[in-house]
């Protein structure tokens, strides 16, 4: 019942017109790719334009290399939820695709502000009860309904994801902490295709 499900939903949407599996792991993998490389145009872009207010490049390397662990560290945990399945590569390509895609996002805002106000971020505000109190009730809910070894999974990708929100919110400052909670949050109820229990 699951992969009906799965399967309904990848189909619903940008690659609809994909006919069969194989189809809809080209799709996939194609508009991963597609938005790994947006990403990287971006990520240039932001580098531009802080080198041209004076600040240095490397914190935002090191930004997305913890970026790019925590999305490969998701995707592989969202794809065990499927092993041994022939949707699992898929998976992988709708979560990379998905994510990226918000990271590009994150940085298009950041290059807005940058290149408007220059880089003047402020301190990170602590993170918001409410989106730190929902991010460990989504994150109690998928362990409650994993096995130990996709727990196991999760965590690693969990883990990875702190290490980055930490890194790009010493860069940010604002709400970040709390943005990316709630970001957060979106992966992992859009990383959970079967029965919905949010």
């Not at 872009?45 to 240095?56: K, N, P, T």
């Not at 070894?149 to 902490?177: D, H, M, P, V």
Request: proline share 4%; hydrophobic share 45%; with cysteine.
């Amino acid at each position: 019942m699951i992969y009906g499900i799965v399967l309904a939903a990848a189909t619903a949407a940008p690659c609809a017109a994909a006919g069969t599996q194989m189809d809809l792991d080209a799709c996939w993998a194609a508009r991963a790719q597609q938005a790994d490389s947006h990403l990287r145009v971006t990520t240039a872009r932001v580098a531009y334009e802080l080198r041209a207010v004076g600040v240095g490049t490397k914190p935002l390397a090191g930004v997305q290399a913890a970026w790019v662990a925590a999305r490969n560290a998701t995707c592989a945990f969202e794809a065990s939820l499927y092993a041994g399945g022939s949707i699992a590569p898929m998976i992988v390509s709708e979560c990379a695709d998905r994510m990226t895609r918000a990271r590009d996002e994150r940085l298009q805002a950041m290059l807005e502000a940058l290149s408007t106000n220059g880089h003047t971020a402020t301190p990170p505000e602590p993170v918001s009860r409410a989106a730190s109190a929902e991010l460990d009730r989504v994150y109690g809910l998928f362990c409650g309904r994993i096995t130990p070894a996709q727990r196991a999974a999760l965590t690693s990708a969990q883990r990875a994801w702190l290490a980055y929100r930490e890194k790009a919110c010493s860069i940010e400052g604002g709400a970040c902490l709390s943005e990316l909670d709630r970001g957060r949050v979106a992966d992992l109820e859009d990383g959970w295709i079967g029965e919905q229990f949010w």
